[in-house]
C-alpha cells in the first residue's frame, strides 16, 4: 500500500510537472486520467476472475499491461509527434521533472523509455563516441603515413585535406538534406526531409576517410618516386599528377557510379548515404586531389619531406620537367 500511494503521487506530481501533458494523458494501474485507483480494488478484481464487470475487466488488463514484480510503469500520450525536434527538449524536460522526483523518493528509480526517448538516447551514445573515434582514425592516419613516408608536414597535409573534404560533404548535406536547397531539382533522393538521418554521417566517416587516404597515397607515392628519381618537387608534384590524374579521375567516376544506385532508393536514409559518398568521391576527385593538394605540396616544396633529407635534383627544374614530359 505504501508503494501504491508512492506511486500515484508521483504520477499525479509528474502530470503536473511535465510540460503540455496533464493528469488525463497518464495512464498506469494506480493512477489513470487523474483519478487514483484503489489497491483494494484492485487486488479484489485480479483475485476474482469470475468478475466480468467492464471496471473488474479492465483493472485485470491494466495489471497485466502496467505492472511486474517490483515495478510499475505509465503510459504518457503527449499532444506532438515523439520523434520531432521538439519531442527531444520535451525528453529533457521530463527527465528534468523525473530527476526532482527521485530526489524526493529516493527508494525509487524513475525513467522514461518509449521510442523518442530511446533513439534520443541512441543519438547522444553514438554523437558521445563519435569524436574519439575521428580522433583515433585521424591519429591513425597520421602515425601511417608518416611511418610510410617518413615525413612530418605530409601526414599534416594528408588529414588537412581529407576534414576538407569531409567538412564540405557534411556541410552540403545538410543544406540538401535539411534546408532543402535542391528541391527545386524535383528529384527524390534530393528531396529535403527536414534533416539529416543521425547514423548517416557517423557510417560513412570511415568510408570518406578510406578512399580520401586511398587516392592520396596513390597520388602522393608516384610524386615520391618522381623526386627520389632526382626532380625537384615542383616537377615531381606535375609527373606524379599527370601520370596518376586520368586514374584518380576514372576511379572516382565509377566509383560515383556505383554509389549513385542508392540515390533511387525509396529508403531516405538510403538517399543520404548515396549523397554523402558520390559527392565525396566527385569532390575529392575533381577538386581536392586535382588541385588543392598539388598546390599545397608546391608551396611548401622541400619541407613536405621534412625531416627525411632527400638527394639534391640531378636536374634543372625545366629540363627535369620537359625530358619526362614531352621527350618521344
Known sequence: PGAWATVQIVLGAFAQLAPRIGPADVQSLPYAGG???????????????SDTSEICVALRMA???YSAPGACWAQ?????????????????????A?????????GYRLTISGIGADAMDAID????????????????????VAVAFRSLLVPLRAVATITLTLAWVYGFADLTYEHGILDGLHFGGLRGVGAVIYIVPVMSFSILVGIGLDYDVFLLTRIVEHRTAGHVTR???LLGLCQTGHIITAAGIIMAIAFCGLMFSSIPMMNQLSF????????DTFLVRSLVVPAVMSLLGDANWWPLALRAPLRPPAESFERKSFAP
Open 63 to 65: 495489471a497485466l499491461e
Open 35 to 49: 483519478v487514483d485507483i484503489p489497491v483494494a480494488k484492485v487486488e479484489g478484481c485480479v483475485a476474482n476472475k
Open 98 to 106: 523525473l530527476t526532482k522526483l527521485q530526489a524526493a523518493n529516493p
Open 76 to 96: 504518457v500520450t503527449v499532444p506532438f509527434e515523439p520523434m520531432e525536434a521538439y519531442g527531444r527538449t520535451w525528453i529533457r524536460d521530463a527527465r528534468t
Open 276 to 283: 554523402y559518398l558520390v559527392f565525396a568521391v566527385l569532390f
Open 125 to 144: 551514445s553514438v554523437y558521445h563516441d563519435f569524436p574519439i573515434i575521428a580522433g583515433v582514425t585521424g591519429g591513425v592516419v597520421l602515425v601511417f
Open 235 to 237: 616537377d615531381a608534384i
